[in-house]
Antibody, heavy 119, light 110 residues
Framework: EVQLLESGGGLVQRGGSLRLSCAAS????????MSWVRQAPGKGLEWVSS????????YYADSVKGRFTISRDNSKNTLYLQMNSLRAEDTAVYYC????????????WGQGTLVTASS | QSALTQPASVSGSPGQSITISCTGT?????????VSWYQQQPGKAPKLMIY???SRPSGVSNRFSGSKSGNTASLTISGLQAEDEADYYC??????????FGGGTKLTVL
């Protein structure tokens, strides 16, 4: 059974940093690209960043480019999101999601972790 | 990376069919057959319902179907049931190796 478990969320001051983790199990982690998708309170879903299975290629939404860094440790089956220079508009539930093999869609999602950037 | 356009809300009675539209651009929906639909119940993570415009993951009811014409994709739910009440989001892969989501549609079963 595929499982994704996020951690690392919490309350952080605006301008501060936070690192999210996503522990994966139930599949060959290095075989799948992975993404972070966020949802601000009461709002819709927003794709944030993705990383290929090898970890070499990374992609970012314009809203986080230059501030957030996605990475992965395939030996630990873990996905990360380093978030710097946090803004109020970064406040959201952050989901990690698996990119389905051979189809650019997100087939499994974690339960999410809440990040609150507050003054 | 502009969001796809969805109606804010739709409603229907049990047993009826409803359709939710999702309008994109030539950078995403119209150029790629990579439109997905997600169902999100309150307080829960999104669940994949349709991918590659028309494909259903294992375990998803065949009451859910997808289609696309030009730059507009659609999700149809037939034989509406109370348990279908949820928020629905469309998503498309785009030409910049990124994804874009719609703003979401709240489905109310009357």
């Amino acid at each position: 059974e595929v499982q994704l478990l996020e951690s690392g969320g919490g309350l952080v001051q605006r301008g501060g940093s936070l690192r999210l983790s996503c522990a994966a199990s139930g599949f060959t982690f290095s075989s799948n690209a992975m993404s972070w998708v966020r949802q601000a309170p009461g709002k819709g879903l927003e794709w944030v960043s993705s990383i290929r299975g090898s970890g070499i290629n990374t992609y970012y939404a314009d809203s986080v480019k230059g501030r957030f860094t996605i990475s992965r440790d395939n030996s630990k089956n873990t996905l990360y999101l380093q978030m710097n220079s946090l803004r109020a508009e970064d406040t959201a539930v952050y989901y990690c999601a698996r990119v389905k093999s051979m189809a650019p869609t997100h087939d499994y999602w974690g339960q999410g972790t809440l990040v609150t950037a507050s003054s | 990376q502009s969001a796809l356009t969805q109606p804010a809300s739709v409603s229907g009675s049990p047993g009826q069919s409803i359709t939710i539209s999702c309008t994109g651009t030539s950078s995403d929906v119209s150029d790629y057959n990579y439109v997905s639909w997600y169902q999100q119940q309150p307080g829960k993570a999104p669940k994949l319902m349709i991918y590659d415009v028309t494909s259903r993951p294992s375990g998803v009811s065949n009451r859910f179907s997808g289609s696309k014409s030009g730059n507009t994709a659609s999700l149809t739910i037939s034989g509406l049931q109370a348990e279908d009440e949820a928020d629905y989001y469309c998503s498309s892969y785009s030409n910049t190796n990124t994804w874009v989501f719609g703003g979401g549609t709240k489905l109310t079963v009357l």
